[in-house]
């Protein structure tokens, strides 16, 4: 797939840009801060609702404006569509395809499929379990987009239990009324928090032979690239009084019923603590290099790689689900050749050099391999030219 046409009013740094984008590769050349990013940032925001850089939109719109609008048009196989995004802060974003009425936004997720390789990506080893949660949800989401509706809901029922859990902290007992209103929320939190781990599974089930297979080529299978799904379930036990320390195996409804004895089960310290101990939103995902993990112990080299193992991963697994002809992602390196050895900057290039559309971006054309010299644009503050 590729995007041809890129329209954007008022946001980030641009009052307006028009970008006609080819098939193949696009190389975005300008100096740091004049809005290179913005722009394979509002690709990506057709593609996930959301941005890599900020975890909410009001960064998003320009000072001054109410909103911001992407359009673009998007080429998926044999098929031609519009696809256009209204960004309001603090209100519901809506959407329009082929300039149809607007509907929520979320309807176009899935249109649009983008694998980003940037700075940034180094949080996903080194960062909070919440990097690496967010890539395996929006990998879910953008596999099955009826899944972002399980995560919306599944924020909404763990931000109204922990309400609930606070304002009844520390006590002992409860009243009948209070005991089946959590109860109540024990079986949502349960129902759609074992969908989401059981999508998550999924996922990286997908993704681990591509990751094992890129890292190794990335760093000369040195060392084996390993990804293991940790649970906040681990250490409890199920029916048998067996100790959990792999989901994997496990369906959804096993993996509910656990949830739910889990949370059954320690009653007291949530209560004592005031907030939901159990569940997705607890859960991360354990990298490892060979015997060790990558967090705190991967040079600065090999953290890279990792990152660059997980992108190429996606990229894979994106393509098996929809091989059609022209349906590959868009693959986006935002300012990443600069930041690696030339070894692994040769490799990536020769990776990724035959996807259907491929944007670099770059503060220097020399920081660009051979192999990703395309079709170049200037970009300056609020301008993006051809070359």
Not at 48 to 62: F, G, M
Not at 224 to 229: D, K, Q, V
Request: glycine share 8%; hydrophobic share 40%.
């Amino acid at each position: 797939m590729y995007i041809s046409q890129l329209s954007l009013t008022s946001f980030r740094s641009y009052v307006q840009a028009d970008v006609q984008l080819a098939p193949g590769i696009n190389v975005l050349v300008g100096p740091n801060g004049v809005g290179k990013t913005n722009i394979v940032e509002a690709i990506g925001y057709l593609a996930n609702l959301s941005s890599h850089r900020v975890s909410n939109d009001a960064p998003l719109i320009q000072f001054g404006s109410e909103r911001a609008l992407i359009r673009g048009t998007l080429h998926r196989g044999s098929q031609t569509s519009s696809l256009e995004v209204e960004i309001t802060s603090g209100k519901i974003n809506r959407a329009r395809i082929n300039r149809a009425n607007p509907v929520r936004a979320r309807e176009i997720l899935g249109l649009v499929r983008t694998v980003l390789f940037a700075p940034e990506d180094l949080a996903l080893i080194k960062g909070d379990p919440s990097n690496r949660r967010r890539f395996l949800d929006e990998m879910l989401i953008s596999l099955r987009p009826i899944e972002a509706g399980t995560k919306n809901d599944y924020e909404r029922i763990v931000k109204q239990r922990n309400a609930l859990l606070k304002s009844i902290r520390g006590k002992s007992k409860l009243n009948s009324s209070q005991e089946s209103t959590l109860q109540a929320w024990d079986m949502q939190l349960a129902n759609c928090g074992a969908r989401l781990i059981r999508g998550r599974l999924n996922v990286l089930a997908l993704l681990r032979p591509y990751m094992e297979a890129a890292y190794a080529d990335l760093a000369d299978g040195k060392k084996h690239a390993g990804a293991i799904y940790r649970s906040s379930l681990e250490g409890e036990t199920d029916e048998n009084s067996l100790p959990v320390n792999d989901l994997e195996g496990m369906g959804q409804d096993e993996i509910r019923e656990l949830l739910l004895n889990s949370i059954e089960a320690n009653r007291s310290r949530e209560l004592d603590r005031g907030i939901s101990l159990f569940g997705p939103h607890r859960d991360d995902l354990t990298l490892t290099l060979g015997a060790t993990p990558a967090k705190g112990y991967a040079s600065h080299g090999e953290t890279w790689s990792f990152a660059l193992a997980l992108r190429l991963a996606a990229y894979r697994v994106f393509g098996d689900d929809d091989p059609r002809t022209g349906s590959g992602p868009i693959l986006i390196l935002d300012d990443v050749f600069a930041e690696l050895d030339a070894t692994r900057r040769d490799r990536l290039a020769h990776i990724v050099s035959g996807a259907e559309q491929v944007l670099v971006t770059a503060a220097v054309a020399a920081d660009v391999p051979e192999a990703l010299k395309g079709h170049f644009f200037q970009v300056s503050p609020g301008r993006v030219s051809d070359v």
